[in-house]
């Protein structure tokens, strides 16, 4: 049946005469059973469990490089683990990360998608192990995690070590990933019909994917000024994206696959929940206990180890929309000390009049601060903000300090899908052959997207993506 749909598509094409048959003859039309549409953590996941399954897979990215957002990501990847957390004294399952993951997004998440997620989530260290990822063997509180069971495999590279990984576990598989190819339309059968390919443009021109099954890997949207001031007018173009802070770089997640689906009736959920960050200026850890914001009167003003949406609320509310991080010499940094340190960003001072110079604070109410808040460290209390994570004191010089801005993040919303990842219209019906994966997809984090989760649930729902999709190629082979 499907093979007949794409003969015709062919055929229409060798029909058409005069200019339009010259124009149309120069396009390229490829076939293949699955085509996944993005090169980030998701589409690879997607990729290689639909290549496991025998499925003929072809990837398009639209840079030159793979990754997209997870390559450059802290690596922060949440999944029960009791032989870590255990010996830890952290209890942890399955069922507790349900309830938590929920409550996190205000109960706007969708209750199956996310026992779907957290069922999965622990299969994740066997999965990441079989492709090759060795783990740091550490648990810890991602940043906005609001719990301890995150992992990576180390503090400074691992959104490059899982790629590293996908990339070399797809391409054993015979996963032809093209790169400089951006997706530009999903070809569907009339309104109701089934997706049966997708519109392309590489260096040579037009080219036509067709294929039995489609999945969407495209990301989130938070570089689409224009899509996220639809949904929150705040975010104009004076904030800029924690994929590219400077706003000189490049940010790919313009939320593409969101908009390809919209043209073919597929539903969006959960568009207004735009999730906003500190990053790129002066904290040096992703991980909640070992350092404190303040703000340009050297005090604090809020839980450092609350929600990222309290975060951001409380940094907006300050003079300026800044706040100060520090940390000393005791906690585990990652990738943003080095560049941090040679930019200018992240300071290093002695003492705490050293550093108060610095912030052109005052010495007295930054020692205060900073005394007070030892004491609820040692005491694992603290009375002022209710935070409840310490790894340490802030007391071991150097201290390392800088200034942070909120940059926008993270899309809580996109494409609606359902817990085989299929992606439902606006009548709720699922679009037959399309599926959608990662942070192009809504309905799973709610209103706050727990720090940690997006990795794991890239993964999770990029799995089962591929694993039915290769299941619609090969029902489709017997028919
Ligand atoms: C700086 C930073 C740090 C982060 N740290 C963490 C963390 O520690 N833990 C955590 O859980 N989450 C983190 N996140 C969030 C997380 O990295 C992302 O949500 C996740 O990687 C998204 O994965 P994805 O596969 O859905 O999309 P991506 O990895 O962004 O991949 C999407 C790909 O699709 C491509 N694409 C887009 N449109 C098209 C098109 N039309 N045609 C072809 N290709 C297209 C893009 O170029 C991109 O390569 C971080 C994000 C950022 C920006």
Redesign the pocket.
């Known amino acids: 049946m499907k093979f007949f749909r794409a003969l015709g598509f062919g055929l229409s094409l060798c029909m058409l005469g005069g200019f339009a048959f010259a124009q149309q003859a120069q396009e390229r039309i490829i076939s293949t059973d699955v085509v996944v ?7 690879y996941n997607a990729a290689i469990t639909a290549a496991q399954a025998k499925a003929k897979v072809i990837i ?4 030159p490089v ?5 390559i ?7 999944f029960p683990d009791p032989k870590l957390q255990e010996p830890a004294g952290i209890k942890d399952s399955p069922e507790i990360m349900y309830k938590q993951m929920l409550a996190a997004g205000d109960y706007r998440g969708d209750p199956e998608l996310v026992k779907v997620f957290t069922d999965h989530a622990p299969e994740l260290r066997a999965w990441y192990e079989s492709l090759g990822i060795q783990w740091a063997g550490r648990v810890f509180e ?1 940043f906005g995690g609001l719990y301890p069971r995150g992992h990576n495999t180390g503090a400074v590279n691992a ?1 490059h070590d899982y790629i590293r990984v996908l990339n070399d576990a797809a391409k054993k598989l015979g996963v032809e990933v093209r790169t400089n ?4 339309a999903l070809l569907r059968d009339g309104d109701h019909g089934s997706v049966y390919g997708v519109k ?1 443009e590489d260096k040579e021109g037009k080219v036509t994917f067709l294929a039995k099954a489609v999945i969407v ?4 949207f938070a570089d689409n000024v224009e899509l996220r001031m639809k949904h929150d007018p705040r975010l104009d173009a004076s904030f800029h ?3 590219n802070p400077t706003g000189k770089g490049v940010d ?3 939320g ?2 969101i908009l390809m689906g919209q043209n073919i009736r597929a539903d969006v959920v959960g568009m207004d929940y735009i999730q906003m960050i500190p ?1 790129a200026g002066g904290r040096v850890t ?1 991980y909640v206990g070992a350092d404190i914001y303040v703000n340009s009167d050297g005090k604090r003003f809020v839980n450092e180890g609350g929600r990222r949406d309290r975060i951001a609320d409380g940094i907006l509310a300050q003079k300026g929309h800044f706040c100060w991080v520090i940390t000393d010499d005791q906690s585990v940094k990652g990738s943003q000390l080095e560049p941090g340190l040679k930019a200018g960003r992240v300071h290093k001072a002695n003492t705490i009049e050293e550093m108060a110079k610095v912030m052109e604070v005052e010495p007295k109410v930054l020692k205060e601060t900073i005394e007070r808040y030892n004491k609820f460290a040692a005491s694992k209390q603290d009375p002022d903000f209710g935070k409840t994570t310490f790894t340490q004191l802030i007391n071991k010089p150097p201290y390392y300090f800088g200034i942070e801005h909120e940059n926008v ?2 899309t809580e919303g996109g494409l609606r899908i359902n817990v085989n990842t299929e992606v439902l219209d606006l009548d709720g019906k699922v679009i037959p052959g399309l599926f959608a994966a ?3 997809t809504g309905g799973i984090h709610g209103t706050n997207r727990a ?6 649930a ?1 993964s999770v729902f ?1 799995r089962i993506a591929g694993k039915n999709a290769a299941g619609l190629v090969s029902a489709s082979a017997d028919e």
């Open positions: 549409i993005g090169a980030g953590g998701a589409g398009l990215e639209k840079m793979v990754g997209g957002a997870t450059i990501s802290g690596g922060s990847m949440n991602p959104g190819t951006r997706a530009v392309a890997a495209t990301g989130g994206t924690t994929a790919f997640a313009t593409d696959g990053w992703d993040h993270f990662g942070e192009v720090g940690g989760n997006s990795l794991a890239i990029g």
